[in-house]
């Protein structure tokens, strides 16, 4: 019992560094900005990004297992892998998470720090007219690359990514204790 828990103590934290790493570091921009998409071009992005991660995962693991001769078994080993590549995938899917944070009733958080369109009410001679029966519309700005402005600035910083890390924390964690106690 020693053995698995020397082995979790020291597995978890390399797999938490190992998916920092790959996440943050080790993840393009292009399947960053596209593995959420619809479709096949979704699915290939977030399966590059998940087995570039796992690689680091799993070189990590190797590492520590044979530098610090720890008590792995081979089917630990792939089941730890395993458990942390498939909830990886999914959560990176986003629209996964989304939904599964709506059901749960953590949609408001996910969303905050979400960028909002920047909409502009401006008076008209002849529009609708508003309770004071001044003419008023609104207006969406778009940006010199056809884009709508968006008055937030996107950042680390949201519902989302927080949901998410907290996500693949939980699932790293049952990674490493699958990888120290099966035998």
Not at 2 to 14: C, D, I, K, Q, Y
Request: with cysteine; glycine share 10%.
């Amino acid at each position: 019992m020693m053995t698995s828990a020397v082995t979790f103590a020291v597995v978890l934290p390399g797999l938490l560094v190992a998916h920092n790493v790959a996440d943050h570091w080790l993840q393009t921009d292009h399947q960053a900005g596209h593995k959420g998409l619809s479709g096949w071009p979704g699915r290939i992005a977030c399966a590059s990004h998940v087995a570039t991660y796992t690689l680091t995962t799993v070189a990590t693991v190797a590492l520590l297992w044979w530098l610090l001769d720890l008590p792995i078994s081979p089917l630990g080993f792939v089941a730890g892998q395993l458990v942390s590549a498939v909830t990886h995938y999914w959560a990176d899917r986003r629209t996964t998470l989304a939904e599964l944070c709506e059901r749960l009733g953590k949609g408001d958080f996910y969303r905050l720090g979400t960028p909002r369109l920047v909409q502009a009410t401006v008076s008209r001679p002849h529009g609708n007219l508003d309770d004071q029966g001044t003419a008023k519309q609104v207006v969406t700005l778009w940006g010199l690359d056809g884009k709508p402005v968006m008055w937030d600035g996107p950042s680390l910083g949201t519902g989302a990514y927080v949901l998410d890390q907290s996500w693949h924390w939980f699932w790293l964690f049952a990674a490493a204790l699958l990888t120290a106690v099966i035998v």
